[in-house]
């Protein structure tokens, strides 16, 4: 079975520029989180679907970022335009819908981006 | 708000050695789990083990086991009979069942980076 997989694994841009992160999570999981790791500081969750609807924002920093999971399948997570304080890691994780917590959560290798 | 503390940046252990991670948390929900999550040099996250806050016993799975007080808001990491392969960085994360968000997103410690020695 195919983990959780994202692209690219790293991102060098400009700042001001846009840059667009996948996420494909593991077939048949209907819960998709984003996660993000600026250097030093803890793992913050950013946002949470459920299927392809949102189901908690709560984490996303502001609106230069924008998360789609059209069909319920992948998602995209873009950042337009990039700032410095972008920069770091960013991970998906899945999991599958149903007694909610027990299912765990399943994460990809992450996408390191950086913002020159 | 929830927050986890992992106060050891860094730790080193010789193999075949016990080592014990630390991890404290505050919330002020009752109904919450907790988890240590590891991460190997350029590898994945993946689960090590899991705790339901519900559970007066400590969960164990083979060699790594935790050590939950409730009371003190800590949850250590014991890793027994340390092997190579267990050189990674160390997350404690928490989660609870936000009604109002219907999400079971972590909240994760900073990490421990554990080093095993040959």
């Known amino acids: 079975e195919a983990g959780v997989t994202q692209f690219p694994s790293h991102s060098v841009i400009e700042k001001g520029q846009t840059v667009t992160l996948r996420c494909d999570p593991i077939s048949g999981h209907d819960n998709l989180y984003w996660y993000r790791r600026v250097m030093g500081k803890e793992i913050k969750f950013l946002l949470h679907?459920?299927?392809?609807?949102?189901?908690?924002e709560s984490g996303m920093p502001n609106n230069r970022f924008l998360a789609e999971r059209t069909g319920g399948t992948y998602s995209t997570l873009k950042v337009q335009p990039a700032e410095l304080e972008d920069s770091g890691v960013y991970f998906c994780a899945s999991s599958q819908l149903g007694t909610g917590v027990l299912h765990e959560q399943f994460f990809g290798p992450g996408t390191r981006l950086t913002v020159l | 708000a929830q927050t986890v503390t992992q106060s050891q940046p860094e730790m080193s252990v010789q193999e075949a050695e016990t080592v014990t991670l630390s991890c404290t948390y505050d919330t002020s929900e009752n109904n919450y789990y907790l988890f240590w999550y590891k991460q190997p040099p350029s590898r994945q996250m993946i689960l090590v083990i899991r705790?339901?806050?519900?559970?007066?016993q400590n969960a164990t799975e083979n060699r790594f086991s935790v050590n939950f007080q409730k009371a003190a808001k800590s949850f250590s990491l014991k890793i027994s009979d340390s092997q190579l392969g267990d050189t990674a960085m160390y997350f404690c994360a928490f989660t609870a069942y936000y009604s109002g968000a219907g999400s079971y997103q972590l909240t994760f410690g900073k990490g421990t980076k554990l080093s095993v020695i040959p």
């Open positions: 705790q339901e806050a519900y559970k007066q």
């Open positions: 679907f459920v299927k392809e609807s949102k189901q908690d």
